[in-house]
Structures are given as C-alpha cells and as structure tokens.
C-alpha cells in the first residue's frame, strides 16, 4: 500500500516550528510520509502565527488557494492549527470563508491530532476542536525535526508578561515549565543521535523554573552544559526585565554556551516602554547591556524592534535610534507596530498613522544596517569557529555555518562528510548579512 502523506507549512516562530517538528513526527508515527509539495499531499497544515496582521493575510491567501486543490481532490484533508486559531472568533471566520478547511485546531491541543484525523473521517463539516486553556504539558511526544545537527528544546511554554501590544499570552496561555529531567534526558537522547546544538526556547526563558521548587535558568544552563556531545547551547527568548547577572555568569563560565544574546528591546523611549508595559528604562536595558559586555566582552547582542507604537512621537523615535547607536547590534529583527485585537494597545487612541510608521522603520533599518556592516567588517581576517550545518542553499560549492556569536559563515568545500563538524574559518570577505571565509582546519 502507498503511504498518505503530509505536508505542514509554518509561519511564526521558532515556538512554531518546534510545534511543526512535533506534528511531523505525530503524523509519522500514525503512517505518513513527508511530502514536499502541496500537490503530493493527502493533508496539509497551516502552523499559523498571530503576532502581526500581515502573517494572517499570508494565511487567508493561502487558504484560498488551496481550494481548487480540494475541489481536485476531494480526500484531502485541510488542517489549520496556531495562533490564529486561538483568537476569539476566528475558527468561526474560517469554518464559514472557507469551509472546505476539514480540521481547526489551537496551541493547546496538537497532541490530539490523531483523534482529530479520525473525527474529520465521520463528520461532514470542519472539525473544530479549540482548547481556551493551557492544560498540563503533554511530554513524549513523537518528533521529527528538519535538521539532523541543530535542535530547538522548547523548556517553557507561554508568557505572563502582556506586553501591551502582544498577543502571545492570549494565545500562548500562561507560563509553566518544563521539569529539568524531562529537559535534561530530551537533549541526553538528542546528543545520543548525533546532534551538535541545542536551542532553548520559551518566550521568556529567564523565568524559567519560577513555577518549580529550587529551579532557576542559570541552574538549568549549567546542567545543560553538563551534557556529553553537545557542542552548542544556545536559548532565546531573554526579557531584559528579567535577565540576571547568574545568567550572563552561566554564559561566561560555561563553555558549550554561546557569546550570543538575543535582548528585545522594542524601544528606546522609557514613556514608550512603560506604556508598552516592558518594565525597564532605557537606561536600565543600557546598563545591562554593559554589564553583560563586562563579562563577556566579544558577545554578540541582537534585539527586536518596533516603530509606530501607539503615541509614539518624533522624539521618541529618535531615542530608539539613540540606543541602536549606544547598543550597537549584531542584528535586529525590526517590525512596524501592528494593531492585534484584543490587546491594550490597539484600543489607544493615539495610534500613529502608516506614512509615518513606514518613515520611521525606514530610517531605523537604515542606520541598523549600518551597525551591521561596521561589526561584520571587524571580522575580517580573523579565524572563527564555525559549526557546519549544511550546503549553502544559493551556492551547490559551499558549505554555510554560524560562528558562536550566530553569524552565517560560507566558504567553498564540496566535502559533505563535513557537515557537523566544527572547523576554524578565516574570514577573507564580511558582507552586510554573511561572512565569506576559507576553511583551516576541523577542529572535531
Ligand atoms: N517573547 C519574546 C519577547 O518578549 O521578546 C518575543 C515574542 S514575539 C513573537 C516576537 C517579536 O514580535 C516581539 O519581540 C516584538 O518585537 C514583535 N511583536 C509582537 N507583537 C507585535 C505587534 N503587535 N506589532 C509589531 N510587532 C510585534
Ligand atoms: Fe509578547 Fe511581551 Fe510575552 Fe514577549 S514578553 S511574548 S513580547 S507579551
């Protein structure tokens, strides 16, 4: 017989793509193979992400064209689970716009997924199943990740922050830790099975632990440290509110523990942040920053940033530049502020109109670029280590990588049996985003 197949297509998150890897290995488990396209497929996926408006116009577009797919193929089964689907009212929307859409499910429930395939089986409308509450964390779940060298270990799940403009606690739930064991024997198999880097995700993984007894994130880092045949570690995300200084002591003391430190900042206007509900100062997050270079001196710090915050004035905008000036980032995700109902935010009156939010975001890029080329250009000539991931997706004779501090390395080799191997890499050409190198030796 000819196995079903499947496909799931993500948007969002590494969260997200953690929760794809997990279907993945669900469907797997129950009989699928992979498919690589829509055409192929016996059930596609939507993993959709609500954090900014245009994400769901991606999703409504996509979800129109697969209806002459379905009207081709009847049998196909059409899931769509995320964040989207957490938000009042809009499995409804979807269940009516699109009703050939077969299953709709939320962040809380993709471990029913089975059950839910079955349900599709008997029924003869759009199986809607929606937990509004987190409920225990499901461990064990079969995984089927895309990369055989980097993994992502979600240790904590949801977000008790509210950042005014957010949607994630909505749709998230609140935050509850993972144990350390199931963590810890997680990332033991993972080493086991060849992998070289671990990333630890939750979207505010200083807090990790405060639900538990005796448990803290630098407690966690060390342990994790601990473990033989990882090379790497790396975590994201860090709440500026909430990174300690036994964290940054963690980074400098442990060696798997990568000079890398993804730092959202969102603004650099304290009357911004404090309507943001972001609970630091610029001068507050500025001091981190340098207590954290104090002890780790060649550490690469990146960050978020949003423009076009509701009331957000010239002025404001002006001491976000300040800061991206002072901080110096190694890179920086930028984002136009984007209303999300159902959060504070997009009540304020104050909102700034799009001209304006588009010039702002413009200037911001512009000078965040600039930072990036200057800190590239330092590498130039110096022997970094890279951790070879893969074949360059633009360029069949080189291999690509990413230093410690998260920077993408190419350089020309067509030896496969490299890929997982640490190597050193002089840096002969640094351009705005990669850095070109030769190869020098492997190091293991
Ligand atoms: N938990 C992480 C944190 O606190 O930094 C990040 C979570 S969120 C998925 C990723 C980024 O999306 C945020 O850091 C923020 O910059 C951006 N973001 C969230 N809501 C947004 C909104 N309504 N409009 C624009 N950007 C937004
Ligand atoms: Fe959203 Fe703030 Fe939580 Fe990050 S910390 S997920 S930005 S509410």
Redesign the pocket.
């Known amino acids: 017989m000819v196995a079903k197949k499947y496909l799931i297509e993500t948007w969002?998150?590494q969260?997200n793509e953690e929760d794809s890897e997990k279907m993945a290995g669900i469907l797997k488990s129950i009989g699928y193979e992979s498919a690589t396209k829509r055409e192929e497929a016996d059930i596609i996926i939507f993993n959709t992400?609500a954090?900014?408006?245009n994400a769901e116009l991606k999703v409504f577009g996509n979800l129109g064209h697969l209806k002459t797919l379905k009207m081709q193929k009847p049998d196909l089964i059409i899931g769509i689970c995320g964040c989207m689907m957490q938000q009042k009212g809009m499995p409804e929307e979807i269940k009516k716009k699109y009703p050939y859409v077969d299953i709709i499910f939320g962040t809380h429930n993709i471990h029913r997924l089975p059950e839910l395939i079955n349900n599709v089986k008997q029924a003869n409308s759009t199986v809607i199943e929606v937990w509004e509450q987190e409920g225990e964390i499901v461990e064990g779940l079969p995984i089927e990740r895309k990369s055989d060298i980097k993994a992502f270990v979600t240790i904590m799940h949801g977000?008790n922050?509210f950042?005014t403009?957010?949607?994630?606690p909505y749709t998230r739930g609140r935050e509850r830790s993972r144990k350390p064991e199931d963590i810890i024997n997680e990332i033991k198999d993972l080493a086991k099975k060849g992998y070289k880097e671990i990333t630890l995700l939750?979207?505010?993984v200083n807090s990790y632990g405060k639900d538990l007894e005796n448990m803290s994130f630098a407690k966690l880092l060390r342990m994790v440290n601990e473990i033989d045949g990882i090379e790497r570690i790396r975590f994201?995300?860090?709440?500026p509110k909430d990174l300690t200084e036994d964290v940054i002591l963690a980074i400098k003391e442990c060696d798997k523990l990568c000079e890398h430190i993804?730092l959202?900042v969102?603004s650099g206007s304290t009357r911004i942040l404090n309507k943001m509900n972001r609970k630091y100062t610029k001068e507050q997050y500025l001091d981190l920053v340098n207590l954290i270079r104090k002890h780790i001196p060649d550490v690469a710090i990146t960050t978020?940033?949003?423009v076009g915050?509701p009331g957000e004035t010239e002025e404001d905008f002006l001491e976000t530049l300040d800061l991206v000036e002072k901080v110096r980032y190694d890179s920086a995700?930028t984002?136009?502020?984007?209303?999300?109902k159902g959060?504070p935010?997009?009540e304020y009156e104050d909102q700034v109109p799009e001209d304006i939010k588009h010039e702002r975001f413009n200037k911001l890029i512009e000078v965040v670029n600039r930072i990036i080329e200057e800190k590239n250009a330092t590498y130039k000539d110096k022997v970094v280590e890279v951790l070879i991931e893969e074949v360059s997706k633009t360029d069949e004779t080189k291999l690509t990588g990413r230093t410690r501090t998260g920077k993408l390395v190419h350089f020309s080799s067509d030896n496969m049996n490299l890929i997982g191997k640490l190597a050193k890499v002089k840096i002969t050409e640094p351009r705005n985003f990669i850095l070109i190198g030769e190869l020098q030796e492997i190091i293991r």
């Open positions: 969002g998150c969260m992400c954090v900014r408006e977000c922050n950042c403009y957010c949607i994630v939750g979207q505010n994201t995300t860090s709440h993804h959202p969102q978020d940033i949003i915050f995700f984002f136009i502020y984007s209303k999300r959060t935010a997009a």
